[in-house]
């Protein structure tokens, strides 16, 4: 009788319009409290939202009676920002014909966007169209493979952080899209664009003041580089380790366009 409440609980959630704090509330009363204090208490991220709904259905699940057929409803909570030329849904081919999965939301780029006008579009913006269809496969990808078949939250956790990348770099692509349609303006706030922001300062410097100079400017970027490598080395789950990540990853880009400028035949 135990489990048939649980079921039911956690069933009318799933089916009717889940909402946030309810969901928590359900999550820390079913044992998934490090869930909660890990990850979903960071907020209402789109893919904490997949996070937790994926933790719900798979609870849902486990108390699930054996004489009881779940038929699927609205239980599917699409991403803010989704995108994709044409991308579509996907079905786990592990699931009974009793229980499809939903698919994904299909949408068109062009239909979102109908001033994009890509043909004619910098090239900036051909490569923000390319990323909102890469990223928005990549997280439907991780949810659809690898969430779906974690086994423990700490392997729920490794996942979350690609989805969560992939979906930060889908909002700030559509952002980028948007701004292009609304009014033919580069709003240049997506990480590629300081990355080619940077490079093309770096070119010049190379340019005017010559190898010597940019030697040394190289010089300074490989310390720093090193001294945040040395750090992450030293330092795995550390508080700190995600910031100084970034850090290292941003010297490494950067070290990266150093060399690329120095030996453009390599």
């Known amino acids: 009788m135990e489990n048939l409440t649980a ?6 959630w799933v089916e009717n319009n889940p909402n946030w704090d309810d969901g928590i509330i359900l ?19 789109p893919a904490n939202k997949k996070l937790m709904l994926s933790t719900i259905r798979g609870l849902r699940d486990e108390f699930k009676p054996q ?22 849904g996907k079905t786990n081919p592990n699931q009974s014909p009793q229980t499809p999965t939903a698919p994904h939301p299909v949408f068109s780029l062009k239909a979102m966007y109908p001033n994009l006008e890509l043909d004619t579009a910098p090239d900036f913006i051909k490569l923000m169209f390319a990323d909102a269809i890469a ?16 086994e423990n939250d700490e392997q729920r956790a490794e996942i979350m952080a690609k989805i969560i990348a992939a979906d930060e770099e889908n909002q700030a692509a559509h952002a980028e899209l948007k701004h292009w349609n609304d ?11 300081a990355a080619i922001t940077e490079e093309n300062e770096l070119k010049t410097l190379l340019e005017k003041e010559g190898v010597l100079a940019f030697s040394k400017k190289r010089e300074n970027v490989y310390n720093n580089y090193s001294r945040y490598r040395k750090w992450c080395e030293d330092n795995p789950g550390h508080e700190k380790y995600a910031a100084k990540e970034k850090l290292r990853d941003k010297w490494a880009a950067t070290l990266a366009i150093c060399d690329k400028l120095l030996n453009p035949e390599s």
């Open 7 to 12: 079921y039911n609980e956690l069933h009318q």
């Open 27 to 45: 999550l820390k009363k079913h044992g998934k409290e490090n869930l909660v204090a890990t990850h979903l208490s960071k907020g209402q991220f």
């Open 67 to 88: 004489n009881i057929v779940t038929v699927p409803g609205a239980d599917n909570i699409p991403l803010q920002g989704d995108g994709g030329e044409t991308t579509g």
């Open 135 to 150: 990223t928005w496969n990549r997280l439907c990808e991780a949810h659809d493979t690898e969430l779906e078949a974690a």
């Open 183 to 193: 009014t033919h303006g580069i709003l240049g706030k997506h990480p590629k664009m």
